[in-house]
C-alpha cells in the first residue's frame, strides 16, 4: 500500500514512514499501527529533523518532497519550523 520506503530502516536503525503528503496523517497511522499491535504506552515516535538532506542551499528553501522525485513540498526555513511545530 505504501511502497518499499515503507519498510526501510534508516541510518540511526528507525524504520522509514511511509511517503504520504500529509504529516499529520502518516504520524496517525503510525500511532494506530501502534495501538492496533499492542504496543501503545511501550513505544515512543521520533522524528529526525535533520534536513540538511533535502535543504537546497542555493534556494535556501527545503524539498520534503525529493526522495519522491517531486518538488511539490518546497518550503522555506520558517515553513519547515511551522511544520515541525504543528507536528510537536
Known amino acids: 500500500m ?3 520506503s515503507a519498510a526501510n530502516v534508516g ?3 528507525g524504520f522509514g514512514a511511509p511517503q504520504l503528503k500529509d504529516e499529520n496523517h502518516t504520524l496517525e497511522i503510525i500511532m494506530e499501527a501502534i495501538k492496533n499491535s499492542g ?4 513505544i515512543e515516535i521520533g522524528l529526525d529533523v535533520a534536513a540538511s538532506e533535502f535543504y537546497d542551499k542555493a534556494k535556501n528553501t ?3 518532497s525529493q526522495k519522491i522525485g517531486t518538488t511539490d513540498r518546497v518550503m ?3 515553513a519547515l519550523l ?4 504543528n507536528l510537536t
Open 82 to 85: 511551522d511544520l515541525y511545530d
Open 39 to 42: 504496543h501503545e504506552g511501550r
Open 62 to 64: 527545503y524539498n520534503l
Open 76 to 78: 522555506t526555513p520558517d
Open 11 to 13: 541510518d540511526e536503525g
Open 2 to 4: 505504501f511502497g518499499k
